[in-house]
């Protein structure tokens, strides 16, 4: 049987060009492949790498003491570690990943035709998903592992800083993939350490299917503005968190915090705190000391500094600037709205489209914000950090997506799928 | 209760920013309304057609004038004519949108989750939708209430040859909507009638929130490659009939003939024949002919050619172009292939990823060429000319998307949509 991956040479092709030549005929040959097959490789990819852990450990240690030498913080250089343990856990979240459904094959709309055609929309890859992402080198193995569990094949195009540790960790993969009797160009590093390997794959239309950028907002605006290939947003949040004017003062107090101090370096942490001004006297003070205790500083409007004097609250004034901040700190704005209808105004004006909760005992209210709020979540009467993949139950995410085409809020597998029509006649002619 | 339309003034906006800007409020509007309101206005639209018929017909009319003087083409003045029968039949299309089910509000996925938290994923309209499109003026109706039916507002950039048939169209159509309570600013027409204003449409990312070009391959180039507002590319078609080694020839013959002479000028038409080697001589005699009697010219490869002898056929020596070549007329490439996976490889190589027919008696063909086939549809013993979205019985199609992301094939209403996520809690936090 004639193999698709030898269609033609890779004459003249730039580094990037090649890879992404090479990553389409893999597509090709990954696409109709069972869900078995890619299992097996899956659990071949988690066997290597705990199988060849020192390998990996040790690449990485030269991108640390790099990261060391160039005076990078203690955060990112966490961010960029790779332990034994890390690694272990890493190769679980591979198992875990084998262990999910196959999108591919899904019929997502069938039916009979009124001439007797069978017209069935079936789920398959996109082909070439290429991501451009940042410090974390776990992003490499959760990235290759969805692709291949969904049929894609996978361009990585990580940071320079993780060089040596994505370089080791795709070695194994691809060895992994390969013994496994897949294409190991099914998983592949982008060449190049400089910026011009991720405009090249920006320019990539027709070799790349998609481009899906992770990490901070100056590199997703980048990539959303210049590539020409089809780009999924993710993960710009400036969340809010609504309280309403009939509430529940505990809970609204309990989702604030948690909202934005469990975890306030992540894109579904609150940024944002708007009261009803009915509710203003009884819910702030107590607001303002539980934020204070948590450590957060509150950059409020002058509504909200008049209900500040008797708190333990640390308050600055808040300017236009703080509506549209997403702080990832322990910072929030606040302000007092007149109305429902003046806090979902507030939110459509600045609001990065991510998450926003509401906290009411009113029925009608909850009804309206979530009519209103055209965000990729609205939660009622819960916390923002429930945005998530994984607490959503799809087992795995790829990012969250804050465009409205294609993919919409957390993406998992069936967010790395296109589909395609199945016409089925026995003779039919129009 | 307070209107999300009056938020802020259009000082110092340009006036497609002005149109764009209008339209996000009505979008703000729409997207809450429940179904009747829409249907209601809708119905409107059309008795406003028919009762304001002449004021089009006589705006069209100077459109007509102007296109005579130009000199163009009694085909595209066809294309380009309003007649009180055409705009009744508009009107009639209108009607028919409305009786369609709304999709928005639809509860595409939805469970409880460990927690208790009641997961709901809902479709919702995609916000303000632009539309290029060349002559045809029953495209701006077409595509007006498609965007009403699922909630969009429109941006209706239409080509400068049918400007006064548009102004007056547009202006029926917002008094309309405007009349049965609805914000008229839905449905607006792109001011100016230079190529200034669409690049100005493909800037206003965050304002508008998909592009969609309809019409000559050179257009919808430009907007994929120029604009940064997400675009969905339609409507190219280089679609394929492979006829496999076992097959039904006179099934075979007919399936041909009909997907490329049936009506060639439109993008689910065939342009390329591939032939098994097995049943050339077969097949290829009989098929020569039929094309000849269809009016055909078969642009074939030097094995092709071999069968011309004995047939009618007009055959010319095809060239690298014409496999890559949308004719929309009647010629088609016609190659002689080893296998089944030689006709996928050229298929690969060559299609726009439109439509592809097999021909086969074999279920093990059938199977594999539906597999290893990536464009939006896969016919088998089905003509090509199905792919369409009357065909597939969506009752609408504001276009055949022939890109991966968020829609592929035939596009419906539901594609005309995006979704959010709803998350219901009693106080939940992490």
Redesign the interface.
């Known amino acids: ?2 193999s ?1 991956s030898s ?2 040479p890779y004459d003249n092709m730039s580094p990037v060009a090649q890879v992404a030549y090479r990553a389409r005929a893999a597509a ?1 040959d990954l ?2 492949l069972p869900r078995s097959a890619k299992d097996d490789a899956l659990l071949a990819m988690a066997d290597a790498l705990e199988v060849r852990t020192s390998e990996i450990v040790e690449a990485n240690a030269e991108d640390i003491a790099r990261a060391r030498e160039a005076g990078t913080s203690e955060t990112v250089i966490d961010r960029l570690t790779l332990t034994p343990e890390r690694v272990r856990a890493i190769a679980a979240d591979v198992r875990h990943v084998a262990a999910l459904p196959d999108p591919v094959g899904e019929v997502v709309r069938g ?1 009979t ?2 001439n007797g ?1 069978d ?1 069935r ?1 079936v789920r ?1 890859p ?2 070439v998903v290429g991501i451009i992402y940042e410090a974390r080198p776990n992003v490499t193995v959760d990235a290759a592992a969805l692709c291949l569990k969904s049929g894609n094949a996978v361009l990585l195009r990580g940071s320079s800083s993780a060089y040596s540790s994505n370089t080791a960790l795709v070695r194994v993969l691809r060895d992994a993939v390969g013994g496994s009797g897949l294409p190991a160009d099914a998983v592949q590093l982008v060449p190049g350490e400089s910026r011009d390997s991720v405009r090249e794959l920006m320019r990539a ?1 027709g070799m790349v ?2 481009l899906i950028p992770r990490g901070g907002a100056s590199l997703i605006r980048t990539v ?2 210049e590539s ?1 290939v ?1 780009v ?1 947003e993710t993960g710009t949040g400036n969340c809010h968190v609504y309280v309403d004017a009939e509430t ?1 003062i505990d ?1 609204a107090v ?2 604030l915090i ?1 909202s934005k101090a ?1 975890r306030p370096s992540v894109c579904n942490a609150a940024e944002t705190l708007l009261v009803h001004e009915d509710v203003a006297a009884a819910f702030l003070p107590r607001a303002l000391d539980a934020l204070a205790d948590a450590g957060v500083t509150v950059h409020g409007d002058e509504r909200v500094i008049e209900y500040a004097d008797a708190t333990k609250a640390t308050i600055v004034p808040a300017t236009t600037e703080d509506w549209e901040t997403e702080y990832l700190s322990y910072d929030i704005a606040a302000a007092v709205v007149e ?1 429902l ?2 806090a ?2 507030h939110i ?2 600045w609001s990065s489209g991510h998450t926003e909760a509401i906290v009411t005992t009113s029925q009608a209210a ?1 009804r309206r914000f ?3 709020v ?10 923002t ?3 998530d993949g994984g ?3 799809f087992g795995a995410e790829i990012g969250i997506s804050t ?4 993919a ?3 993406m998992g597998l069936p967010e790395l799928t ?13």
């Open positions: 049987m004639t698709l269609v033609s090709a696409a109709p039916s035709l009124p055609i017209l929309q398959v996109l082909g239309r299917d998609v959303v503005e020409i089809p999924i529940d809970m309990e989702i948690n469990q109305s209808e003046s979902v105004a459509r004006l909850a979530t009519q209103l055209d965000s990729t979540t609205v939660a009622v009467n819960a916390s950090r429930f945005t607490q959503f139950g465009q409205k085409l294609h919409r809020g957390p296109s589909t395609k029509y199945i016409v089925t006649g026995d003779g039919h002619t129009r």
